[in-house]
């Protein structure tokens, strides 16, 4: 179980339109994993700034978040039911079904992004099993921050405080550093 994802070669641009339907696709297929296993789901994304969405760095970062995963599930004793990750132009994603407490998940999981290198990059959705999804927010927690200025990261996507370029420049070098962690 946890499989890397293959490297890929540099993908194209995604438009707005495909990276909002890869999103609903999402959604139905966390619903329908939920359905299906009623456990703990952990949906796993890479967060990742401008139009490509899947390159030999996402798949870095997605690969460094998979190993984080499994090291805290094996730590944790968590019992994985299922797990299946997905190749997509849209980024990689992943989803487990969890036989443990959505709360703990979710909380071991930001503990994680928050003493990795690259961990304000990874997603971990956290869905208990009747579907209720807990946030940081819900969990009194502080939201991801920039990987440049420290400021919340949000507000900087949003008055686009630094250039695309200083922010990969910036991700390339977190990601080096967590390999040789």
Same mark, same amino acid.
């Given at each position: 179980?946890? %499989?890397? +994802?293959?490297? &890929?070669? #540099? ?20 619903? #329908?994993?939920?359905? +299906?296993? $009623? !456990?703990? +789901? ?9 139009? !490509?969405?899947?390159?030999?760095? !996402?798949?870095?970062?997605? *690969?460094?978040?998979?190993? =984080? ?13 299922? $797990?299946?990750?997905? =190749?997509?132009? &849209?980024?990689? #994603?992943?989803?487990? @079904?969890?036989?443990?407490? @959505? ?7 930001? #503990?994680? /992004?928050? +003493? ?16 209720? $999804? %807990? ?14 200025? /420290?400021? /919340? =990261?949000?507000?900087? =996507? ?10 990969? *420049?910036?991700? /390339? ?9």
């Amino acid at each position: 179980m946890f %499989y890397p +994802l293959p490297d &890929t070669i #540099e993908q194209s641009e995604i438009s707005l339109p495909d990276l909002l339907k890869s999103r609903d696709t999402r959604q139905a297929r966390q619903q #329908e994993w939920i359905g +299906l296993h $009623q !456990v703990t +789901l952990i949906s796993f994304t890479v967060v990742f700034p401008g139009p !490509v969405k899947d390159n030999h760095l !996402v798949r870095q970062v997605f *690969n460094q978040g998979l190993n =984080a995963l499994k090291q805290i599930a094996q730590c944790r004793q968590w019992v994985l039911l299922s $797990q299946q990750s997905f =190749a997509l132009s &849209t980024g990689p #994603e992943c989803f487990v @079904a969890v036989d443990a407490d @959505a709360i703990a998940v979710k909380k071991a999981l930001v #503990e994680a /992004e928050e +003493l990795s290198p690259v961990g304000r990059l990874w997603d971990f959705d956290v869905f208990d099993a009747k579907g209720q $999804q %807990y946030s940081r927010s819900d969990l009194n927690l502080h939201a991801r921050r920039c990987l440049i200025c /420290e400021q /919340e =990261a949000k507000i900087c =996507a949003r008055q686009r405080t630094h250039q695309l370029s200083e922010i990969i *420049n910036q991700i /390339e070098v977190l990601a080096n550093a967590s390999n040789h962690d």
